[in-house]
T-cell receptor
Framework: QKEVEQDPGPLSVPEGAIVSLNCTYS??????FMWYRQYSRKGPELLMY????GNKEDGRFTAQVDKSSKYISLFIRDSQPSDSATYLC??????????FGQGTRLTINP | DADVTQTPRNRITKTGKRIMLECSQT?????MYWYRQDPGLGLRLIYY???????NKGEISDGYSVSRQAQAKFSLSLESAIPNQTALYFC???????????????FGPGTRLTVL
């Protein structure tokens, strides 16, 4: 079993819809939870991060962590075609490296 | 702009050939990483380096080697390329300085490698 699991999709929704992207993880030692966004033919870029449990909001994006269930989510409100990208969850493993989910490919249709 | 650059951006090679992928950064970061990305498998760590004299294997280092020529340069070599090394390769950097987002990594644009 991979340490971080993410449904690779693809996920296709109409413009304006609320999008929910999710990851599960197995290592209870994870404390930081990150979401990276990767546009086609580009490298991933950090979109949001949270520490421990709870919610964090940034504009149309909300990151949610439920440590009791080992489940994290990224919600996108009022989705736009420019949100079309691959979204990867990631968690620092100690001070050395990040463990990534498989990435979910998202398309927002105008 | 401070940045992470990778060369080449695309490469097609044949089985058995030696190939080198290069990464340079102007961010002044001490840590550098090499990943490969395959459909359905996400990003997997090949090697990482915390400074010029520190090189560490990642989860999939077999068939690869690296060289940290300077703080700003980190190259990845495939000594004898094979078809299952066909993938998208990314270099990344991170900064351990105070006030930084914990282990935030900054990625280059990637190299698409095809081994025939």
């Amino acid at each position: 079993q991979k340490e971080v699991e993410q449904d690779p999709g693809p996920l296709s929704v109409p413009e304006g819809a609320i999008v929910s992207l999710n990851c599960t993880y197995s290592n209870s030692a994870f404390q930081y939870f990150m979401w990276y966004r990767q546009y086609s033919r580009k490298g991933p870029e950090l979109l949001m991060y949270t520490y421990s449990s709870g919610n964090k909001e940034d504009g149309r994006f909300t990151a949610q962590v439920d440590k009791s269930s080992k489940y994290i989510s990224l919600f996108i409100r009022d989705s736009q075609p420019s949100d079309s990208a691959t979204y990867l969850c990631a968690m620092p493993q100690g001070a050395q490296k990040l463990v990534f989910g498989q990435g979910t490919r998202l398309t927002i249709n105008p | 702009d401070a940045d992470v650059t990778q060369t080449p951006r695309n490469r097609i090679t044949k089985t058995g050939k030696r190939i080198m992928l290069e990464c340079s950064q102007t961010k002044g970061h001490d840590r550098m990483y090499w990943y490969r990305q395959d459909p359905g498998l996400g990003l997997r760590l090949i090697y990482y380096s915390f400074d010029v004299k520190d090189i560490n294997k990642g989860e999939i280092s077999d068939g690869y080697s690296v060289s940290r020529q300077a703080q700003a340069k980190f190259s990845l070599s495939l000594e004898s390329a094979i078809p299952n090394q066909t993938a998208l390769y990314f270099c990344a950097t991170s900064d351990t300085g105070q006030g930084k987002v914990y282990n935030e990594q900054f990625f280059g644009p990637g190299t698409r490698l095809t081994v025939l």
